[in-house]
């Protein structure tokens, strides 16, 4: 088999809904058979791939989200987020994006942002008067911060692919997220200027303060997992862990969570992980077959002869990226194209840390593209609105985070000062 008809037979295995990990790993057995490589060197790589201490933050974090996700958090931000942003004009709009950056803290991960808070915050958005696609839309697009956001899982993929600090890239990961927040809030500042029908409830003190006390308990969760890796008390696996057990105990004195459910939670996490380690290991066995058929240094050669110009590279790389992500979901899409370009933005003397955070914001824009589109599907799913309004909705808020990309891409101090002011860089 040559790469030609490999690189077919998986985009035709996409197409057809095939699950990713057999996608890939499917035509890179038949590759390895067909050229002389054993099963059992394909068993060896596959296990390589996911034998990395950085990934063993994956399943906790994955955890941790699961846990947020049923034991009222989400609830408890919304009621703190109202009472801050409610009276403004779409003051219900900033509540959504605010309720997302602060459950990003603790989910990791964009799909289970949508999940939770697309559940909570389009009906309650509907209900105030906003249009469902828009309401949808606005909900879709805020869910990307919990992938760029530290505890990003996209970050510990690249962490662990590239050979880079997962610390160093979570505080390198915080002022991109925030500039992506800035450009959303200010694109819904655009669509609701001038619909006072959109403001909310009047703003007292009183409401304040009983959000506040409600609120108290999760706001501890992202000061234990960022706080503890940046003050150098936990490594990014043990964050997890204790924040997992926080989030444990904060659900159950709530009582939103019982003993009874717990068993259900952590067989929800075991698969998405199984799923995320399946996807990694069948990535690893195509990594080998690129790195066998030369063609990292192929297209680092090419791209070399194109421009010497590490901004010039740097937009190449941004369309290459947002086109993959077109079609294949972050994690899988990470570890594909990390081992092919991190060589060559080395050799263009682009920062591993801002070139990490240009590589997740660009696939995490993939999750609202149709076909593959991950978070459309979920938020069709959780709010029972059709995925043509969904993707209807979704459309404006590309606009902002193109922006924000270019923004992040072309000014690397935002993504490398936080990490040398902390002397992690």
């Known amino acids: 088999m040559s790469l030609e008809v490999l690189i077919i037979a998986i985009i035709a295995l996409m197409f057809l809904r095939v699950p990713v990990a057999f996608a890939l790993l499917g035509p890179c ?48 931000m919304f009621d703190f987020a109202a009472a801050v942003l409610g009276r403004l004009r779409g003051g219900l709009a900033y509540v959504t994006l605010g309720v997302n950056v602060g459950f990003s803290w603790m989910s990791g991960s964009s799909l289970a942002d949508a999940a939770a808070m ?3 915050m389009v009906p309650a958005m509907v209900d105030r008067g906003f249009r469902r696609p828009f309401s949808a839309g606005l909900s879709a697009s805020s869910s990307l911060i919990a992938a760029v956001m530290p505890p990003s899982i996209p970050a510990i993929l690249y962490a662990s692919i590239a050979l880079v600090s997962t ?39 009183r409401r304040l303060r009983r ?40 659900g159950l004195s709530y009582r939103s969570l019982t003993v009874r459910q717990l068993p259900g939670i952590f067989v929800e996490a075991a698969l998405t992980t199984a799923s995320v380690m399946l996807i990694l290991g069948a990535s690893s066995v195509l990594g080998w077959v690129l790195a066998r058929e030369q063609v990292p240094r192929h297209l680092a050669e090419l791209l070399q002869g194109v421009t010497d110009n590490p901004y010039v590279f740097l937009i190449l790389v941004n369309i290459v990226l947002l086109l993959l992500g077109i079609f294949i979901e972050a994690g899988p899409a990470i570890v594909i194209a990390v081992p092919i370009l991190y060589p060559i933005a080395e050799a263009f003397g682009v920062d591993p840390l801002h070139f990490g955070v240009i590589v997740i914001v660009n696939l995490i824009i993939g999750l609202l593209s149709p076909p593959v589109g991950g978070v459309l ?49």
């Open 29 to 76: 057995l038949a590759y390895m058979l067909t050229n002389g490589a054993s099963l059992g060197l394909a068993t060896r790589t596959m296990l390589a791939g996911i034998n990395s201490f950085p990934l063993l933050a994956v399943p906790l974090f994955v955890l941790v989200g699961s846990l947020a996700n049923r034991s009222g958090i989400a609830e408890r």
């Open 377 to 425: 599907f979920v938020i069709s799913g959780v709010t029972k609105t059709p995925l043509g309004e969904v993707i209807r909705g979704v459309w404006p808020f590309f606009i902002p985070l193109l922006v924000a990309l270019l923004v992040i891409t072309f000014v690397p101090a935002l993504s490398t000062w936080l990490p040398g002011l902390l002397g992690l860089g």
């Open 167 to 205: 610390s160093a890239l979570f505080a390198a990961s915080i002022v991109p997220a925030l500039i992506m927040v800035a450009c959303l809030a200010g694109a819904i500042w655009w669509w609701v200027r001038g619909r006072d029908d959109l403001r909310g409830e009047p703003f007292t003190w």
């Open 118 to 120: 697309g559940k909570l």
């Open 211 to 250: 959000a506040s006390l409600r609120v108290i308990g999760p706001a501890v969760t992202p000061v234990i997992i960022l706080g503890g890796i940046l003050a150098g008390f936990f490594t990014p696996s043990e964050a997890a862990g204790v924040a997992a057990l926080y989030v444990l105990v904060l």
